[in-house]
């Protein structure tokens, strides 16, 4: 799905032997956020893969999106796909691709252009550093207005969720279902928290 985004050709069944032979799946999850980061870097070197570690500041993804980069994050997934509070139990992966911020009309002079012939608005992909320093600025005090696109395996069309309720579905991940996940068929992290290897923890792709 993240590779799909940049053109990059992927063979499924390759990558899933890999990750097997490297004892990071057995039956296509992963519960640690550096076995894809692993993945990614044995296999398209021309990506830029960063991990990091998400802090009190909210707006790191959003200034990551503006800049044209693609996020990996992992969250508890609620039967509609969009984040929810299970405490890991329904953790799942999305890959976030776009971001809306909501702006004045009279005070977005700066990014938006306008077709005359249909009165139609829209707002440039790509945008200058000084214009993302003023989108941020907005941003931190429109936290709760705040929403990422994103796309998830579960589903061909992709959400639109608030980008506050995604990062706090992430921050709580603690627990794996063992109750589904057993030892036979599913890796899982040591000592099964997830507050270790997914929790606060992004995985950036950048071409």
């Given at each position: 799905?993240?590779?799909?985004?940049?053109?990059?050709?992927?063979?499924?069944?390759?990558?899933?032997?890999?990750?097997?032979?490297?004892n990071y799946?057995?039956s296509?999850?992963?519960?640690?956020?550096?076995?894809l980061?692993?993945?990614?870097?044995?296999?398209?070197?021309?990506?830029?893969?960063?991990?990091?570690?998400?802090?009190?500041?909210?707006?790191?993804?959003s200034?990551?999106?503006?800049?044209?980069?693609?996020?990996?994050?992992?969250?508890?997934?609620?039967?509609?796909?969009?984040?929810?509070?299970?405490?890991?139990?329904?953790?799942?992966?999305?890959?976030?691709?776009?971001?809306?911020?909501?702006v004045?009309?009279?005070?977005?002079?700066?990014?938006?252009?306008?077709?005359?012939?249909?009165?139609?608005?829209?707002?440039?992909t790509?945008?200058?550093?000084h214009?993302?320093?003023?989108?941020?600025?907005?941003?931190?005090?429109?936290?709760?207005?705040?929403?990422?696109?994103?796309?998830?395996g579960?589903?061909?069309?992709?959400?639109?969720?608030?980008?506050?309720?995604?990062?706090?579905?992430?921050k709580?991940?603690?627990?794996?279902?063992?109750?589904?996940?057993?030892?036979?068929?599913?890796?899982?992290?040591k000592?099964?928290?997830?507050?270790?290897?997914?929790?606060k923890?992004?995985?950036?792709?950048?071409?």
């Open positions: 799905m993240a590779l799909n985004s940049y053109n990059i050709n992927c063979n499924v069944d390759i990558l899933m032997n890999r990750a097997r032979e490297l799946t057995k296509g999850e992963i519960f640690d956020i550096e076995f980061a692993n993945l990614a870097k044995e296999y398209w070197s021309s990506l830029q893969i960063t991990l990091l570690s998400l802090e009190d500041d909210n707006l790191q993804i200034n990551l999106i503006l800049k044209n980069k693609l996020v990996l994050i992992a969250y508890d997934c609620d039967l509609n796909f969009e984040p929810c509070f299970k405490q890991g139990v329904k953790a799942h992966w999305a890959l976030i691709t776009g971001l809306m911020i909501p004045e009309f009279d005070q977005s002079e700066f990014i938006r252009e306008q077709d005359s012939e249909n009165n139609f608005v829209y707002y440039q790509s945008i200058e550093d214009k993302i320093k003023i989108l941020n600025n907005f941003a931190n005090s429109n936290l709760d207005k705040i929403f990422v696109i994103c796309r998830h579960k589903s061909k069309y992709p959400g639109v969720w608030s980008l506050k309720k995604l990062l706090d579905s992430n709580q991940l603690k627990f794996i279902d063992h109750q589904k996940c057993n030892n036979e068929n599913f890796i899982k992290p000592d099964g928290d997830l507050s270790k290897s997914l929790a923890k992004i995985l950036i792709l950048n071409n």
